[in-house]
């Protein structure tokens, strides 16, 4: 995308209601429309959803496919998407805001400080869907699924809380898992190594991605884990 394009993005972005960026991960804090500073931690629900119904984060959205198709599916639920990425964003939110979907926001952060932006227990279910996948092993602290990364998620997540993995890469998976098996607070509940190889085990799994698009077209297959975690010692 050209320079013009994306600038022209970052600044429409300031006037959308259903997004809130952070510009500072040394001290994080988060602006809404036309970088109004605003405390959403722990008041989600009453402050921009205005209703009590569960939050699902979707981690590295992208143009936030999953959390507009998820809101779609269910809207007795509320999604947000999580990116760093501003002008991928902006298509997601620009299509909740013209369908009217009052249960969708997204935040740019980057996700290593996702805990300053919710309370304990506040978030229900999170999806990780395609995130890159740090193939060297000096990054492997990077990868949404490592220890470090966990430990954010169970500070946000409510006690027995799902995260839902979508990915082609046979080796994040093959980390992702040993993550999940190290982690005495996860419970690994599904796994399935080919969605497409036979009858999706549920209809969200079949909500295409820029980078599903991608990977099926190199021929590779698409993987999916679910599994619970508890926030008790
Ligand atoms: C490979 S893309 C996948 C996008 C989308 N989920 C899809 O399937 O098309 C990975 C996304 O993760 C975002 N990302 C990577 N690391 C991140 C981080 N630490 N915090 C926030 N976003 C991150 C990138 O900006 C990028 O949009």
């Known amino acids: 995308m050209g320079r013009k394009k994306k600038l022209l993005k970052f600044a429409e972005i300031l006037s959308f209601s259903n997004v809130y960026e952070c510009y500072n991960v040394q001290e994080p804090s988060l602006v809404g429309v036309d970088m109004q500073p605003v405390d959403l931690k722990g008041q989600w629900r009453e402050k921009h959803f205005k209703n009590d119904l569960p939050i699902t984060l979707e981690l590295a959205c992208g143009r936030g496919e999953y959390t507009v198709g998820l809101a779609r599916l269910f809207p007795d639920r509320n999604f947000i998407g999580v990116d760093v990425k501003g002008n991928r964003l902006h298509t997601g939110a620009k299509d909740a805001l013209k369908e009217g979907l009052s249960n969708v926001a997204f935040l740019r952060t980057r996700i290593e400080v996702i805990d300053h932006f919710f309370a304990p227990g506040e978030v229900d279910e999170i999806w990780i869907t395609f995130c890159d996948p740090f193939p060297r092993s000096i990054k492997e602290n990077r990868r949404l699924t490592s220890a470090f990364f966990h ?61 599903e698009g991608k990977h099926l077209a190199a021929g590779k297959t698409i993987k999916y884990l679910r599994y619970r975690m508890m926030n008790d010692e």
């Open 151 to 211: 430990e954010k998620y169970r500070t946000i997540l409510r006690p027995g809380g799902l995260i839902h993995l979508k990915h082609d890469d046979d080796d994040f998976i093959k980390f992702s898992l040993s993550s999940i098996a190290a982690d005495p607070h996860c419970t690994l509940l599904l796994q399935n190594l080919d969605i497409y190889a036979g009858q999706l085990p549920m209809q969200e799994l079949s909500i295409p991605t820029l980078y």
